[in-house]
């Protein structure tokens, strides 16, 4: 049998590499067809008040640790009441034994609201205010990564993501360790860099550009793509073209440029089942503290975006199961998943429904 020929990634189960995490993943389209019969999740809620007097990320009310916000009026940071991380515990102390190791975990964690209106979202956002957001998140790897080795810059969003609040926020936790996703990053990205002598996800970037089938967005200075081995339906990778280390090294222009396509990304992630789509980001950068010293040629700054949905608004992706236990498998194959993004509106569903609703009148 001749494989090539026979070969359809979108009926045939193959095996992808992921490069910045040294593992594979199943790519099972077929399994879209199976039933589902399974559990359907609350839609996001639809209808969030601009102001809601309890909620303690508003301006003007009282947080859980009975401080009260200011009146702002862009972003807003303050430190997280309940923090994962604290710069002062203790040590643990060391155990002999090389199965119960541990050591101190010190930090800062903060939480940044995005807008003081809470039924915004970023993708609504005007494209200056999410200008502030990206220079307020490079302010604070600058801040708290002159002496922590890693910032992580994250946003939860959904409660089907586990966020505990529906006002557009983010949070950054900073500490004094490189922790496991970006450190397993590191090294891929290092290899790659001592194998091919250049940074991995700038030849990648440059391939996909020319491939074109995983594109989801593109602008002159970033690029917005399904990757190949995406392991989430619906997972993007955004990307500069250019070589950077870190968010600090933008300059104005790609930072203007970033706010247009993080909003025409997050657009179309609204417009697929049109609800406000769930998702996790987060950026990886080179690390800092110590390393801002070291060579870091290898790395290349970039986001993830982690969105749970796969069949509608309400049914989900299940990493369970064999994904648990042996190895992450998808439903259906990045190409398809890009190709479906891409060719949604460019225009929000809520903007579009709010222009029908003033034509209708
Ligand atoms: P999530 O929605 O991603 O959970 O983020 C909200 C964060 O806000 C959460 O980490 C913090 C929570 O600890 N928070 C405060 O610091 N003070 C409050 O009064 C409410 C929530």
């Known amino acids: 049998m001749n494989d090539l020929d026979e070969f359809d990634p979108k009926e045939h189960q193959h095996l992808r590499y992921n490069p910045l995490k040294d593992s594979w993943v199943l790519v099972s389209a077929h399994r879209m067809k199976r039933p589902w ?3 359907v999740e609350k839609p996001p809620e639809k209808h969030i008040p601009r102001y809601d007097p309890h909620n303690p990320l508003c301006p003007g009310n009282t947080r ?3 401080e009260v916000n200011p009146d702002y009026d862009g972003t807003f940071l303050f430190p997280n009441d309940f923090p994962a991380l604290q710069p002062d515990a203790p040590s643990p102390g060391t155990d002999q034994h090389p199965l119960f190791q541990s050591k101190a975990a010190r930090g800062v964690c903060k939480v940044m609201c995005f807008h003081p209106r809470s039924d915004v979202t970023l993708p609504l956002m005007k494209n200056e205010e999410v200008v502030e957001v990206i220079d307020k998140w490079a302010e604070l790897v600058q801040e708290l990564g002159a002496t922590y080795p890693w910032v992580q810059i994250f946003e939860n969003k959904g409660a089907m993501m586990g966020c505990s609040n529906p006002h557009p926020h983010c949070q950054v936790w900073a500490s004094n ?3 496991n996703e970006p450190a397993l990053s590191d090294r891929c990205q290092r290899d790659y860099y001592q ?3 250049a940074p991995l996800l700038l030849h990648y970037a440059e ?3 020319q491939r074109k089938e995983r594109i989801v967005v593109e602008s002159s200075y970033w690029l917005a793509v399904v ?7 619906y997972q993007t990778l955004l990307l500069p073209r250019r070589h950077v280390l870190r968010l600090t090294a933008l300059t104005v222009e790609e930072r203007r440029d970033l706010a247009a396509i993080m909003k025409r990304l997050l657009t179309k992630y609204d417009n697929l089942f049109e609800v406000s789509f769930p998702y996790s980001m987060g950026w990886h950068g080179a690390p800092t503290g110590s390393h801002l010293s070291q060579d870091n040629s290898h790395w290349q700054l970039h986001a993830h975006y982690y969105p749970p949905l796969l069949r509608s608004a309400t049914v989900k992706k299940f990493m369970v199961g064999y994904e648990m236990l042996a190895l992450e498998q998808r439903d259906l194959t990045p190409e398809q998943a890009a190709e479906k993004l891409r060719n949604l509106p460019n225009v929000h569903y809520k903007t579009r429904h709010d222009q029908e609703m003033a034509e209708a009148k």
């Open 37 to 39: 019969a399974g559990q």
């Open 64 to 66: 859980a640790n009975g």
């Open 177 to 179: 360790f490189v922790p």
């Open 195 to 197: 194998k091919h002598g």
């Open 207 to 209: 391939q996909e550009a």
């Open 227 to 233: 990757p190949y081995w995406a392991t989430w339906p």
